[in-house]
């Protein structure tokens, strides 16, 4: 295990067990896979190596929901085109894929091939 620095958890987290918890904290030694004891402070260690591997984008950051469907294929991320616009032009595309029924990135897909077919 690597030597952790930080303090962990952060503040903004509490890790607690749950009433379906198998683990006796005040009883049980708990072991990882490379045989070192989990304590408190192991788990406030791995919680600030997760939070130190968002920060330096090596992972990315956690949301509240699951991501969309692949665009690509079933087990893969699909890859991003983003370009930056005129606030204008985004509420026009926000405007227009409602009146269609479709998300900006939806409509953006669409234009984005017919320019593309069209040579």
């Known amino acids: 295990?690597?030597?952790?620095?930080?303090?962990?958890p952060p503040e903004d987290i509490e890790l607690v067990l749950d009433d379906n918890s198998e683990i006796d904290s005040d009883?049980?030694?708990?072991?990882?896979?490379k045989g070192n004891r989990i304590?408190?402070?192991y788990?406030?260690?791995?919680?600030?190596?997760?939070?130190?591997?968002i920060d330096e984008g090596r992972v990315p950051v956690p949301t509240s929901?699951?991501?969309?469907?692949?665009?690509?294929?079933e087990g893969t991320h699909s890859p991003r085109v983003s370009f930056r616009v005129p606030e204008e032009l985004r509420?026009?595309?926000?405007?227009?894929a409602e009146q269609e029924g479709k998300?900006?990135?939806?409509?953006?897909?669409?234009?984005?091939?017919?320019?593309?077919?069209a040579g």
């Open 65 to 73: 929901r699951g991501g969309r469907p692949s665009l690509t294929g």
């Open 91 to 96: 509420e026009r595309a926000r405007s227009r």
């Open 39 to 41: 304590t408190d402070a």
């Open 1 to 8: 295990m690597t030597e952790r620095r930080e303090a962990w």
């Open 27 to 33: 009883f049980e030694e708990v072991i990882d896979s």
């Open 103 to 117: 998300t900006v990135s939806a409509l953006a897909r669409e234009a984005f091939e017919e320019f593309l077919r």
């Open 43 to 53: 788990v406030a260690d791995a919680i600030a190596d997760v939070h130190r591997a």
